[in-house]
């Protein structure tokens, strides 16, 4: 046997790192004949061995649980197109009839995928279609001002929040950029209509507004959200 060095930590640590059979190379070293090196070559060994068997267990869980999501996945999807054939098969619904059926049409529809998003934009095509204006573009019914306005008096859109939900109010100059300074801050609201300020008076004959809804949830989820267009005649 040979005394233990210091050199031949640094030797020990390199057989490590660069062999793939670091046993049988210890054993053809001279590190073989230090009784030192020899523990610690078996400490390393053993803690290699451990850390294998816990990446081995973090895969396989990490395995699981993907197959488990996309399993839960596919069913939100199966139900959504479910709900949407259903749907889509029905016959059209005036203003009246959405009212009554919105409860179980819409409110029920955006608990079938947590997002929600998907779903409420899906039933908003099929109970709303939208209607295109030659110069204003794509504006969604229900919405107040849209298209050709008489006023900028009153902001009015269809109650369509979760229980707890609320929305997101914000109004842009339309001659302008989309990207250019809006007229009015992010405004959370709890009703589905809003009374602009004396100071809009002063505000362009066209604007653009934008109406988010959100779902009330701590992480304040956007279901869905609307750009608007008006003139004012």
């Known amino acids: 046997m040979i005394p233990h060095d210091e050199r031949h930590l640094a030797q020990l640590e390199e057989l490590l790192v660069q062999s793939d059979e670091p046993e049988t190379d210890f054993e053809g070293s001279p590190l073989s004949e230090c009784l030192e090196c020899r523990e610690h070559l078996e400490s390393n060994l053993s803690l290699m061995d451990e850390l294998d068997l816990v990446g081995r267990d973090e895969q396989a869980s990490l395995a699981e649980i993907e197959e488990t999501e996309l399993r839960a996945a596919d069913q939100d999807l199966h139900r959504a197109s479910r709900l ?7 016959p059209p619904l005036t203003l009246q009839d959405y009212r009554r059926e919105r409860p179980r049409r819409v409110v029920a529809a955006s608990l079938v995928l947590v997002p929600g998003a998907l779903v409420l934009v899906l039933l908003w095509t099929v109970l709303f279609p939208t209607h295109r204006d030659p110069l204003l573009g794509v504006n969604p019914p229900g919405f107040t001002p849209a298209g050709h306005a008489d006023s900028f008096a009153r902001f009015s859109w269809p109650d369509t929040a979760p229980k707890g939900g609320w929305y997101v109010l914000q109004v842009f100059d339309g001659t302008k950029p989309g990207h250019s300074a809006p007229l009015t801050e992010r405004m959370r609201l709890e009703e589905s209509s809003w009374t602009p300020p004396p100071e809009s008076e002063h505000w362009p004959r066209r604007l653009r507004w934008r109406l988010e809804i959100l779902d009330g949830s701590s992480a304040d989820s956007t279901l869905a959200w609307f ?4 003139t004012l005649d």
């Open 227 to 230: 750009n608007i267009v008006t």
């Open 84 to 90: 949407f054939s259903e749907i889509s098969a029905a």
